[in-house]
């Protein structure tokens, strides 16, 4: 079995884009030894495609997969699957990607079935329609796919109703949904071959006097200390994840952390990556 190939998932840097520009920031992305991307919270103007394309050819660096919705939200802007298709597809024949991923359906559908399942027939439709210009559809889950409905987990429901959608599964939102990244990325095994990697971490509770004066207050941080970590700082067996991803059929390990609670992101990436490097996947780089 080849290799994996690990990469970034650029949500960590989209406040480093507004500084220093798409370019630069692949430049440090390179720098820091890492050789594909994720790209999202990026417009997708064509100035920033185009800085994509050049960074991309400049660094050889692979751009894995690009972020769009199948619909935008409600009150949200931005391209859609189902509005900007064409332009979309462009954009990917101009990246050399064939990765297309949705990072969350709306939110606004939860809770009801009939709505869901409408839903995943139209992300099936949709897949079926990019597979003929050589691109997957992918979609990333939450926490909130793990709610259930008749007994089972929406985002099983998306896997059990369609066949040429793949999952990009996230594994500190597995854990957070309250399931076994392991156990889930084996279920999901010949559908994923994205995986987002994240640490778990049970953080520190700030209480000042006021937070015991309010049994609502103290409660909110109680139950609101869960952080995103850099690999190797948190609860969760990468190794396994990563064995377990790979016997799966996972192709790239994308390394994200959603909030780095203050740290510089880079210095976040560089943490997680050398920790990938000490458990053997060096050569994944």
């Not at 999202?40 to 997969?65: C, G, H, P, W, Y």
């Not at 064409?86 to 079935?113: A, E, S």
């Amino acid at each position: 079995m080849s290799n994996g190939k690990i990469g970034v998932q650029m949500f960590n840097l989209k406040n480093k884009i507004v500084e220093n520009g798409v370019y630069e920031t692949l430049r440090t992305v390179k720098e820091l030894g890492f050789s594909a991307v994720e790209v999202t919270q990026i417009d997708m103007t064509k100035e920033n495609v185009s800085e994509l394309k050049r960074a991309s050819e400049d660094f050889n660096i692979q751009i894995v997969s690009v972020s769009a919705p199948l619909n935008t939200m409600p009150g949200m802007p931005g391209e859609s699957l189902t509005t900007d298709f064409d332009k979309i597809v462009n954009d990917c024949r101009t990246l050399n990607c064939n990765y297309v991923r949705i990072g969350m359906m709306p939110i606004t559908l939860m809770g009801n079935k009939e709505k869901i399942m409408e839903y995943i027939h139209q992300a099936e439709e949709m897949a079926t329609r990019l597979e003929k210009h050589g691109i997957e559809l992918y979609y990333h889950n939450h926490h909130v796919e793990f709610e259930k409905y008749d007994g089972e987990t929406l985002l099983d429901m998306m896997k059990d109703n369609t066949s040429k959608l793949g999952f990009e599964l996230d594994v500190h939102w597995i854990q957070r949904g309250g399931e076994n990244p392991v156990n889930v990325i084996k279920r999901f095994a010949g559908r994923v071959s994205l995986l987002h990697l994240k640490d778990y971490r049970i953080g520190h509770m700030d209480l000042s006097a006021d937070d015991f004066k309010d049994m609502s207050k103290f409660m909110y941080k109680f139950s609101n200390i869960i952080e995103f970590a850099e690999l190797g700082e948190g609860s969760l067996d990468i190794q396994a994840i990563i064995e377990a991803g790979h016997e799966s059929g996972v192709q790239y390990f994308l390394i994200e952390q959603d909030d780095t609670y203050g740290k510089d992101p880079f210095d976040c990436l560089q943490t997680s990556g050398s920790y990938l490097k000490q458990l053997g996947y060096e050569n994944w780089f």
